[in-house]
């Protein structure tokens, strides 16, 4: 709770709107106690008395009412008649859309068509047919406006129903030998409530329009009781004459429902999972950069890509999370360089920094740079930026069946991305789409063109995303554990497909993995990555026989060897430390074997020596 209230509060509207809200409802608990004139009193001599007048805070109304009296009972009257509605309408609506999204077949078609009946009528008409139907009167207008937003949460609930229901863990409940109803409460329930909640909080508002609607037009409360509604429809003969009976039932229907919207949202978000880790704030086309002292714009190349003290940070509230700290790196022309860690290691983040990708908020770029032959790409603006990403630098992601857009075709996807950054025929784009996807070596690459995602096996989508990559001729691709979801036999292709387009094209790549054994395969160079920083960099057949870092050796003695007997393979011992928590010293020393004091007490630089790099006081090798 305090979590969300945390994160509820940091979008200001949304505070606003529920401070607002909250001051409305307790002035609406509080009213029978306040020293207030009874709002059905008339007093014809004093009508029409304007606000502030002796005795009456807000004036009178044309029986000479209080207006300040009506206006607090009225608004207390639609703030409840709103949120009763509200919770009619979502609990019928959300039992409906439950049930047909569960259940399917022809509980799902029937309940559908009847919605579909109901939607098929002006909502206002209908409600005023409802409100026609059993008479005038506060109950019967709650009755119509409930009505008539049923099939609002029933369809949206239905959607999201249909969607669970095919996932896996609704599969396991009924495995386990649960009920219907009891999955339904315990397994499908938690996962739309958050929906549902959000969907209440939007609509209250708008029920309280409607209710307010229909009293204006002597449908809902009927005299004397107030409403606002009905304090809008007395009032409108006097519109010249007395603007302030208008106005006043007027600016409290908008704070009310502009209060309850700003809330709405604020609610929405708060109760996102891919937002709490952050700000309530979507993400930004690019990281925020917050560079102390910007580096120079261009300095000499020393690789295709460098990168210089790289440091990227999540911030989150008070917590500042250090995911990557002062990384360096080169890349160099037709090279493949490994970068290896566990996960959490701070891998996917270094990669996503080079071109700005990281989410923000939370992610800033707080140090370094990431230069493109010595041009410092997070210095570029964005226009320029955006231009390079996909042209000049490419990316391979771990599964293409999310990055690929589900609802276009291979080759609609593929001519995007070439059309978006030169121009060129839609057939020459095609042609190109389809000569690369004989490259990668996709079977009947005429017909893959026009084949959606789903419809492809696991490695054919990620040799769609290899093809999507090389659309451009990049100079440098990013691959991000491509092959981890693969089986071993798809893994073996891709990875020579790779090393074959890399010598053929001489293309630099930049290959993230958590395996040595794809390392060794693939590999010219390796930098092994702990806690956000590199702890040892070198060829890859250098460290793979002779690894200096505790840390590289035991990764490596976690990768099993054919035909080399038995031998243990030991798991490291404790877990990786929080980023958010990072030692003064060597984060990898609560862990190590070799570790003494003089470890944990100051941080640990990277000693370089020759093409060998390692971040240990107490190496397993001399660097050589």
């Known amino acids: 709770m305090r979590l969300f209230l945390t994160l509820l509060f940091r979008n200001r509207l949304a505070a606003l709107g529920a401070v607002l809200l909250l001051a409305l409802v307790l002035l609406c608990l509080v009213v029978p106690l306040l020293p207030l004139a009874d709002p059905n009193v008339t007093d014809t001599p004093n009508k029409f008395l304007r606000p502030f007048s002796e005795g009456h805070l807000l004036g009178t109304d044309h029986l000479g009412r209080d207006l300040l009296s009506r206006l607090l009972w009225g608004t207390r009257l639609s703030l409840a008649v709103g949120?009763?509605?509200?919770?009619?309408?979502?609990?019928?609506?959300?039992?409906?859309?439950?049930?047909?999204?569960?259940?399917?077949?022809?509980?799902?078609?029937?309940?559908?068509?009847?919605?579909?009946?109901?939607?098929?009528?002006?909502y206002i008409l209908l409600a005023l047919a409802i409100v026609a139907a059993l008479g005038p009167g506060m109950l019967n207008a709650l009755i119509a406006v409930a009505a008539v937003n049923v099939p609002f949460f029933a369809r949206n609930i239905r959607g999201i129903s249909v969607g669970l229901t095919a996932r896996e863990f609704i599969d396991a409940a009924r495995l386990s030998g649960q009920g219907h109803a009891r999955i339904i409460v315990t397994e499908l329930l938690p996962n739309v409530l958050p929906v549902i909640i959000v969907a209440i909080s939007t609509t209250i508002g708008w029920m309280v329009l409607e209710t307010a609607g229909l009293s204006f037009l002597g449908l809902g409360s009927q005299p004397p009781q107030a409403d606002l509604g009905s304090m809008l429809g007395e009032a409108r003969a006097a519109l010249i004459a007395a603007p302030h009976t208008l106005i006043v039932p007027g600016a409290m229907i908008f704070v009310i429902?502009?209060?309850?919207?700003?809330?709405?949202?604020?609610?929405?978000?708060?109760?996102?999972?891919r937002l709490?880790?952050?700000?309530?704030?979507?993400?930004?086309?690019?990281?925020?950069?917050?560079?102390?002292?910007?580096?120079?714009?261009?300095?000499?190349?020393?690789?295709?890509?460098?990168?210089?003290?790289?440091?990227?940070?999540?911030?989150?509230?008070a917590q500042v999370y250090k995911a990557v700290s002062d990384v360096s790196l080169t890349l160099g022309k037709g090279e493949c360089l490994g970068l290896i860690g566990e996960s959490g290691s701070g891998k996917s983040v270094t990669a996503l920094s080079v071109t700005g990708l990281?989410?923000?908020?939370?992610?800033?770029?707080?140090?370094?740079?990431?230069?493109?032959?010595?041009?410092?790409?997070?210095?570029?603006?964005?226009?320029?930026?955006?231009?390079l990403r996909g042209r000049r630098i490419a990316y391979i992601f771990q599964d293409p069946l999310s990055t690929l857009h589900p609802l276009y075709r291979i080759g609609d996807q593929m001519v995007e991305a070439i059309r978006v950054h030169r121009k060129m025929p839609l057939a020459e784009a095609r042609a190109r789409c389809l000569d690369l996807l004989r490259t990668v070596q996709i079977p009947n690459a005429e017909s893959r063109l026009s084949a959606y995602p789903h419809e492809l096996s696991g490695g054919m989508r990620q040799r769609v995303g290899i093809a999507m990559a090389l659309v451009n001729?990049?100079?440098?691709?990013?691959?991000?554990?491509?092959?981890?979801?693969?089986?071993?036999?798809?893994?073996?292709?891709?990875?020579?497909?790779?090393?074959?387009?890399?010598?053929?094209?001489?293309?630099?790549?930049?290959?993230?993995?958590?395996?040595?054994?794809?390392?060794?395969?693939?590999?010219d160079r390796v930098a092994v990555m702990y806690a956000g920083q590199i702890v040892e960099e070198g060829p890859t057949a250098s460290i793979l026989a002779a690894p200096a870092h505790p840390y590289t050796r035991r990764l490596i003695a976690c990768v099993p060897e054919l035909g080399g007997g038995r031998r243990q393979l030991a798991a490291i011992p404790g877990l990786p430390p929080a980023v958010n928590r990072l030692p003064a010293g060597c984060a990898f020393a609560p862990r190590c074997d070799r570790a003494r004091p003089d470890c944990q007490r100051d941080p640990i630089a990277l000693r370089v020596s020759g093409p060998r790099a390692a971040r240990c006081l107490y190496p397993e090798e001399a660097l050589s």
């Open 257 to 273: 429902v502009m209060s309850i919207n700003l809330l709405g949202d604020g609610l929405r978000d708060a109760l996102d999972p």
């Open 83 to 122: 949120v009763a509605a509200a919770a009619a309408a979502a609990f019928f609506g959300t039992l409906i859309g439950i049930c047909a999204g569960y259940f399917g077949g022809w509980i799902d078609n029937g309940l559908m068509r009847l919605i579909d009946m109901i939607m098929a009528f002006p």
């Open 276 to 317: 709490r880790s952050g700000a309530l704030a979507r993400p930004s086309p690019v990281t925020r950069i917050a560079r102390p002292a910007p580096p120079p714009a261009e300095t000499p190349a020393r690789g295709v890509l460098d990168l210089d003290g790289l440091t990227t940070r999540f911030e989150v509230g």
């Open 473 to 523: 001729d990049p100079e440098v691709i990013i691959a991000d554990e491509p092959t981890t979801a693969l089986d071993v036999t798809v893994q073996a292709q891709v990875l020579a497909l790779l090393d074959r387009l890399r010598r053929e094209r001489g293309l630099s790549i930049l290959f993230i993995t958590h395996d040595f054994g794809v390392v060794g395969q693939l590999c």
């Open 358 to 387: 990281v989410a923000s908020p939370p992610g800033v770029i707080a140090g370094g740079a990431a230069r493109l032959d010595g041009v410092d790409l997070l210095s570029l603006p964005y226009r320029d930026l955006r231009g």
